[in-house]
């Protein structure tokens, strides 16, 4: 089974500044990871995913985020945070079926709520 | 091309009725998951469709069942509702099924049950 802890409910940056989210999964095998993003009243938008290879992935909007094994980590930055990054944003799971993980849904973290300061 | 799109996008029902949400995925995914959303429990897997067969199904219960159809459209229906099934209903097409096919999801339906 897999799961997925994300660090801080809400999390407030003023405008420009760096944003960090934090991301830890658990998982039996090997996992692809993601991060989506949520805006009011709307569904998941992708932001990014590491499927293999390199370790630092580049996603929408200026965002990346670090895959590291040893830390079982996935934290999502941006240098410089804008208005409009204002909305929820969940890491997610999903088991290597190619690794032996079988086949299984997304596993979701229960979300950050950023919030940018003026 | 054309997004994922659910119906219908609000809905209100009582308890003990039943339900049915319609999701169309974007074309030519044939995949196609539906995911409950609450506050208090999060965004939730409950089953995965591909080429008209359930392959996966989370931990809900027997209440909640869905179905694809030849054009890969898909519903989702919950009988017997009670009043903590109100939530957001994602769903979410893919071009194929499994890791680690992206997901693209639809505005949701909001279920409300009184």
């Known amino acids: 089974a897999q799961s997925v802890t994300q660090l801080g409910s809400h999390v407030s940056v003023s405008e420009g500044a760096l944003v960090l989210l934090r991301c830890n999964y658990s998982s039996s095998v090997p996992p692809y990871l993601f991060w989506y993003v949520q805006y009011p009243n709307q569904g998941l938008q992708l932001l990014l995913k590491?499927?293999?290879?390199?370790?630092l992935v580049k996603g929408i909007n200026g965002f990346e985020a670090e895959f590291k094994k040893s830390e079982t980590s996935f934290h999502l930055t941006k240098p410089s945070a804008h208005m409009s990054d204002a909305a929820e944003y969940f890491c997610?799971?999903?088991?290597?079926?190619?690794?032996?993980?079988?086949?299984?849904?997304?596993?979701f973290g229960k979300g950050t709520h950023l919030i940018i300061q003026p | 091309k054309a997004g994922v799109t659910q119906t219908p996008r609000y809905l209100i029902k009582t308890r003990g009725q039943q339900v049915t949400l319609s999701c169309s995925p974007i074309?030519?995914?044939?995949?196609v998951s539906w995911y409950q959303q609450t506050p208090g429990q999060g965004l939730q897997f409950l089953f995965e469709y591909f080429s008209e067969t359930q392959r996966n199904k989370g931990n809900f219960p027997g209440r909640f069942s869905g179905r694809q159809f030849s054009n890969s459209r898909s519903e989702m229906n919950v009988s017997t509702l009670e009043l903590g099934d109100s939530a957001l209903y994602l769903c979410?097409?893919?071009?194929?099924?499994?890791?680690?096919?992206?997901?693209?999801f639809g505005p949701g339906t909001r279920l409300t049950v009184l």
């Open positions: 074309s030519g995914h044939r995949s």
């Open positions: 979410a097409s893919s071009l194929e099924a499994g890791s680690p096919n992206e997901q693209f």
């Open positions: 590491y499927t293999t290879g390199a370790t």
């Open positions: 997610a799971v999903r088991l290597n079926m190619y690794s032996g993980g079988g086949a299984d849904g997304l596993t």
